[in-house]
């Protein structure tokens, strides 16, 4: 199955994209969800000293092991309201974009940056 792109979304202010709070961090612990509707993993992300560590839930079983997750660097919106996610409560968004078969690849700076940094 090869995922198609989604038609551009309706074009918006630089306002209305700073209300989104993306912040880079660092996976410190990555953990299986068996109770999962979809395969999942439970991730703990350092965000700094401001942050914090916050926790998330990401489909990412198909293109990460849990082993290579620790030290890795992602991006996060860490400015939704927390969910619910079946037994877990997720704080924030780990981001990624589909691969070609639709699988998620996590968003991550290109060099370590500092934990909390802001997405501009």
Excluded: H, W
């Excluded at 198909?62 to 969910?83: H, M, S, T």
């Amino acid at each position: 199955m090869t995922s198609q792109p989604e038609p551009i979304a309706a074009e918006i202010s630089y306002d209305d994209f700073r209300k989104v709070d993306i912040r880079v961090g660092t996976i410190v612990a990555a953990e299986p969800y068996p109770e999962a509707r979809r395969p999942a993993y439970k991730l703990t992300v350092d965000f700094g000293p401001e942050i914090g560590m916050k926790r998330s839930s990401a489909q990412i079983t198909k293109r990460y092991a849990l082993d290579e997750l620790p030290g890795r660097q992602v991006a996060a919106v860490v400015n939704f309201p927390k969910k619910q996610i079946g037994k877990f409560m997720s704080e924030v968004l780990v981001l990624g974009f589909p691969d070609a078969e639709g699988e998620v690849v996590l968003v991550a700076p290109s060099l370590d940056v500092p934990n909390g940094g802001r997405l501009y």
